[in-house]
């Protein structure tokens, strides 16, 4: 079983910034695409940000420029560096992975997701 656990968010001020953490454990050999996700109270959860193994990345359009997603391979981590923070991203950001292949035993695991983090950013 493939966990994934998110760190890094808290309360910041606008103009402020955060770095998000995900650490995937288990026996894993590779993970595929990985990407945050956000979710605010009462709306439908939303793509931040994403990137493949190869290192390809994709960007919400309101999150260009301001935010960077990165991983560590060797680790099978990834981050979200979180610059220019507004109101509007409060909201609880998950870690996902779309496909990762565990080692032993030599399994497939599909969809896998985090139990989020909050951020909060205050006017």
């Known amino acids: 079983q493939v966990q994934l656990v998110e760190s890094g968010g808290g309360l910041v001020q606008a103009g402020g910034s955060l770095r998000l953490s995900c650490a995937a454990s288990?026996?894993?050999?590779?993970?595929?695409?990985m990407g945050w996700y956000r979710q605010a109270p009462g709306k439908q959860r939303e793509l931040v940000a994403s990137?493949?193994?190869?290192?390809?990345?994709n960007y919400a359009d309101y999150v260009k420029g301001r935010f960077s997603i990165s991983r560590d391979k060797g680790k099978n981590a990834m981050y979200l560096q979180m610059n220019s923070l507004k109101p509007e991203d409060t909201a609880v950001y998950y870690c996902?992975?779309?496909?990762?292949?565990?080692?032993?035993?030599?399994?497939?695991?599909?969809?896998?997701w985090g139990q989020g983090t909050q951020v909060t950013v205050s006017s």
């Open positions: 990137i493949t193994t190869g290192g390809r990345t």
């Open positions: 288990g026996t894993i050999s590779t993970i595929n695409t």
């Open positions: 996902n992975a779309d496909r990762v292949l565990k080692t032993w035993p030599m399994t497939w695991e599909y969809d896998c």
